[in-house]
């Protein structure tokens, strides 16, 4: 039996995230990274990743990792996200090595951090107006951002969502647009209709870049489909430069994220007086819980229920230019 941590990590991510689970692109990136997060912790311990051994995998070490990521600053949300990869790893280690077995037992059964509750941030209706009508149609990549930023608003899709659309995921239907989310975050897909004036713009986009059944929707220059990080600085520089056109300086405070908009569209349509179930389906949401910390958010919503009360009662990871056939290496290439 090979008793490598570098193969176990390996038969990991071929096995079990890619094959047994198929987890989304996004979960198993995520998955990618915290391993990779795990890797630098362990050189910085002088501890070769190619040469460990499984049983050197333990839970003093797993405490000692989150320490680290602690001493490093990090928030609590991204420490409790790598936990959660950590605890998914050994999980997969006790049906392949009972050598471990208790050790992974211990590992599971990690707490998480306690996470200050906070509430989802959005702009209001006239900041997506604003920031809609500053883009330039008259520059040559003037219509595919203002797509881009539609539809993020309008059908409140997630960045990864957004990256992975094809031609045959929109569908013209009259007047309105149809947009077919297939691989979402959990794995729901659902359909969402645009309203005429985000379906015209939809519209014009698709035949002026001619974009085939099999096209993603949006590429970027060298036309490739557009990566989470490229949207978020296309979207930072598009606030950046709606900032400076603006007068009002209570407008665009917060910092931009392309989740923002999809924050705002929720909070829009709880203003409208939409129900939170229909609002949950039109999100993707699995849980309804997932869906009310935006009545928390609406300001409306909150005016509405005092009024009722009151009327009823009273990490760089880069180590080296050098690349070598290692575990990390080949988690970058292969995952």
């Known amino acids: 039996m090979n008793n490598k941590f570098s193969y176990y990590v390996q038969s990991y991510f071929k096995d079990y995230v890619i094959g047994i689970r198929n987890y989304s692109d996004n979960t198993a990136s995520t998955y990618r990274y915290a391993m990779l997060i795990f890797i630098k912790f362990l050189n910085s311990k002088k501890i070769d990743e190619n ?10 070490l797993v405490e000692n990792f989150i320490l680290w990521l602690k001493e490093k600053k990090l928030k609590p949300t991204t420490i409790n996200s790598y936990i959660a990869a950590i605890k998914t790893f050994s999980k997969y280690l006790q049906t392949k090595n009972l050598n471990v077995f208790e050790e992974c037992n211990k590992i599971k059964n990690i ?13 209001t209706a006239d900041e997506i107006t604003f920031l809609l009508k500053s883009i330039d149609l008259n520059q040559k990549s003037g219509l595919k951002y203002l797509t881009i930023i539609t539809v993020l608003y309008e059908a409140a899709l997630r960045v990864s969502e957004l990256c992975e659309l094809k031609g045959n995921d929109i569908l013209e239907k009259g007047k309105n647009i149809t947009i077919h989310v297939e691989k979402s975050k959990n794995g729901l897909p659902r359909i969402v209709i645009l309203s005429e004036s985000a379906s015209n713009i939809v519209k014009h986009y698709l035949k002026e870049n001619k974009i085939e059944k099999d096209d993603y929707v949006f590429q970027n220059s060298v036309s490739n489909h557009y990566t989470r990080s490229g949207i978020y600085k296309m979207l930072k520089r598009r606030l950046e430069y709606a900032r400076k056109q603006c007068e009002n300086n209570s407008y665009f405070t917060i910092d931009a994220f392309p989740h923002i908009l999809r924050h705002s569209k929720a909070t829009h349509m709880l203003d409208a007086g939409i129900d939170l179930i229909v609002i949950r389906d039109f999100l993707g949401h699995k849980w309804l819980n997932s869906t009310q910390i935006y009545a928390h958010v609406s300001k409306k919503k909150q005016e509405e229920i005092l009024k009722k009360n009151i009327d009823s009662k009273n990490i760089s990871i880069h180590r080296s230019k050098k690349e070598k056939q290692d575990l990390e290496n080949w988690l970058r290439k292969n995952i």
Not at 51 to 60: D, F, P
Not at 111 to 123: A, Q, S
């Open 51 to 60: 040469e460990m051994l499984i049983t050197e995998y333990n839970y003093e």
């Open 111 to 123: 707490e998480r951090l306690k996470v200050e509750v906070t509430f989802p941030k959005y702009y």
